[in-house]
Nanobody
Framework: QVQLVESGGGEVQAGGSLRLSCAASGYSYSNVCMGWFRQAPGKEREGVVFIYTGDGNTSYIDSVKGRFTIARGNANYTVYLQMNSLKTEDTAMYYC????????????????????WGQGTQVTVSS
């Protein structure tokens, strides 16, 4: 059974930085797509950033380009999200997700394409 465990998040002032981590277990595939969705109160869930562990190919939504960076960890199925220059509009619950397919590894993929979800971690950016 696949499990995703997230860590990081918290509260920071605008312009600050936070780092999220996600580790998946239970996969028997060589490579998977991992990333994060986020959902703010009263807003729809949106895909933020994804990475395919096989080749490191990434996909970002426009609003975080140049500020967020996703990277693979040394351990299999581990990814990190470095969030810099945070804005109040980045405030949301962030969910790590994974799917054993590179076909859906971009921010246009709907959430139902990702069968595996972490417990979520809150990111709050204050002004």
């Amino acid at each position: 059974q696949v499990q995703l465990v997230e860590s990081g998040g918290g509260e920071v002032q605008a312009g600050g930085s936070l780092r999220l981590s996600c580790a998946a277990s239970g996969y028997s595939y060589s490579n998977v797509c991992m990333g994060w969705f986020r959902q703010a109160p009263g807003k729809e869930r949106e895909g933020v950033v994804f990475i395919y562990t096989g080749d490191g190919n990434t996909s970002y939504i426009d609003s975080v380009k140049g500020r967020f960076t996703i990277a693979r960890g040394n351990a299999n199925y581990t990814v990190y999200l470095q969030m810099n220059s945070l804005k109040t509009e980045d405030t949301a619950m962030y969910y790590c997700v994974a799917v054993a397919s590179r076909f859906f590894c971009h921010v246009r993929s709907p959430s139902y394409r990702f069968p595996n979800w972490g417990q979520g971690t809150q990111v709050t950016v204050s002004s």
